[in-house]
């Protein structure tokens, strides 16, 4: 918070950060830790100044470099980059950086998840949701908040749903054949979702983390909502 609260007060006292760069040659770096800029970059907070991939491969000599440069100056120093009042030439405030491409979404939100408490960054669930509705797909709230959907009689009902790989556990049945459980989420929920063996074949074509399109029944088991599978498809290309 202290940190945070210091970037504010500079900002406010002497204007808008224009590069890393700038924010490190500006800031208290007794208040203002290395690892908290590590932190801001991955939550996206420097954004303006470059793709976190690129950011965080040059921050830290940034940080380095502009916390050698004050101590330097404030001991009267002179390094090879300054001018004589000590401030530094614009010719070498802004480093290059690296051609590196950006990191998925999937590692943005898990920074953020680590850092925030919560993710930031839309995933890819939030940004297909209104075209599953508009083609008649079941969000996964809807399904376990639906009275007939938790009725032992009123179970089965067809469902269409869409949803990204959390988990999946494959089981031998006593008659020697196999089963396998999945755990999918869209943007709403969470919900099981049950391969039987003649379904089977599908569970060695996904891992966790990919996304599958699911047609099946619901089913009440011991008052929660899970799926039945009939087709499963994998979906590669969204």
């Known amino acids: 918070i202290k940190a945070i609260q210091s970037l504010v007060d500079e900002r406010n006292a002497n204007g808008k950060f224009t590069s890393l760069d700038n924010l490190c040659e500006r800031i208290d770096h007794k208040i203002v830790s290395k690892g908290s800029v590590e932190a801001l970059i991955k939550v996206g907070a420097m954004q303006e100044f470059g793709?976190?991939?690129?950011?965080?491969q040059v921050y830290e000599d940034i940080y380095v470099r502009c916390q050698k440069?004050?101590?330097n100056a404030a001991g009267g120093f002179i390094d090879m980059f300054s001018s004589a009042d000590g401030e530094k030439s614009a010719l070498h405030n802004i480093t290059k950086l690296p051609a590196l491409p950006e990191v998925d979404d999937a590692q943005k939100r898990?920074?953020?998840?680590?850092?925030?408490?919560?993710s930031i960054t839309p995933s890819l669930m939030n940004k297909l949701t209104p075209y599953l509705q508009s083609k008649n797909y079941k969000m996964l709230h809807e399904i376990k908040e639906d009275p007939a959907s938790t009725s032992a009689q009123n179970s089965k009902i067809p469902v269409k749903i869409f949803g990204e790989v959390l988990r999946k556990n494959v089981i031998t049945t006593k008659k020697g054949d196999e089963m396998c459980f999945v755990e999918i989420a869209d943007a709403t929920d969470k919900i099981n979702v049950t391969l039987f063996p003649r379904n089977f074949a599908k569970c060695d074509e996904f891992e966790v983390g990919e996304f599958l399109n699911v047609k099946g029944k619901t089913q009440d088991r011991n008052g929660e909502v899970q799926i039945l599978a009939d087709e499963v498809k994998v979906v590669k290309d969204y």
Request: aromatic share 6%; hydrophobic share 50%; glycine share 6%.
């Open 69 to 71: 440069s004050k101590i």
């Open 110 to 118: 898990e920074w953020e998840k680590a850092i925030l408490g919560i």
């Open 51 to 56: 793709k976190r991939a690129q950011l965080l």
